[in-house]
């Protein structure tokens, strides 16, 4: 069974940076493409990085795009979410996600994820 821990997260003042973590409990790690979302109050949880297998390509929502670097360690299970030049609007509850092969800009499409973490942002 495939699990995702997430570490990281809190209240950061804006134009502040941050980063995520995310390590992933399976023997297979490097056959998961892997991606992080977030969910805002009453809202569906939206795309916001992935990353291949290998790591070898990367993909962004426009929000994000320029502020935030979505990283994978193959030898520690691990991905990363660098945040930078944090905004309010980026205050959410963040979750990691996997699948087995490809990444996909649906929550529904993921298996697994792991338990989300607040990033709060004050202006």
């Known amino acids: 069974q495939v699990q995702l821990r997430q570490y990281g997260g809190g209240v950061v003042q804006a134009g502040d940076s941050l980063t995520l973590s995310c390590e992933v409990s399976?023997?297979?790690?490097?056959?998961?493409?892997l991606a992080w979302f977030r969910q805002f109050p009453e809202k569906e949880r939206e795309f916001v990085a992935a990353?291949?297998?290998?790591?070898?390509?990367?993909d962004y929502a426009d929000s994000v795009k320029g502020r935030f670097t979505i990283s994978r360690d193959n030898t520690n299970n691990t991905v990363y979410l660098q945040m930078n030049d944090l905004k309010f609007e980026d205050t959410a509850v963040y979750y990691c996600a996997a699948d087995y092969g490809s990444y996909y800009f649906t929550p529904f499409e993921y298996d697994y994820w792991g338990q989300g973490t607040q990033v709060t942002v004050s202006p």
């Open positions: 990353i291949t297998h290998n790591g070898g390509a990367t």
């Open positions: 399976t023997y297979s790690f490097t056959s998961y493409a």
